[in-house]
């Protein structure tokens, strides 16, 4: 699979090195997002590296945050959060210190 798009997230492969996720519409991601991003890990045999790039405000919901916190050290090498602004690297904080506090992040 080389890319898939849920409608508010796309996921591809970059460089054969790590993956490249954009958030790209407003609003929040839910489990129908997370099930098609989760096909999509299932073609990897260990953690990946992600880099991640808001390209709008969003939220995810409490399941979403359940979800990466259970799943995430065994999906995620790391994390890296491209950031465009001061409330950015706030949510990359909020991030790091709960739902994804056993992956790398950066």
């Keep these: 699979m080389d ?9 591809s492969v970059h460089n054969g090195k790590y993956l490249l996720m954009s958030v790209y519409t407003e609003g929040e991601v839910t489990m129908g997002d997370v099930s098609l991003i989760r096909d999509y890990l299932d073609q990897f045999d260990q953690p990946v590296p992600v880099l991640l790039i808001r390209q709008s405000n969003y939220s995810l919901s409490f399941e979403v ?15 890296a959060y491209v950031e465009r602004s001061p409330e950015d690297r706030v949510y990359s904080e909020m ?11 950066n």
């Design 3 to 11: 890319c898939i798009d849920t409608g508010k997230v796309r996921v």
């Design 65 to 79: 945050q359940q979800a990466l916190k259970n799943e995430g050290p065994s999906r995620f090498k790391a994390f």
């Design 95 to 105: 991030a790091e210190a709960t739902y994804m506090r056993d992956v790398p992040v």
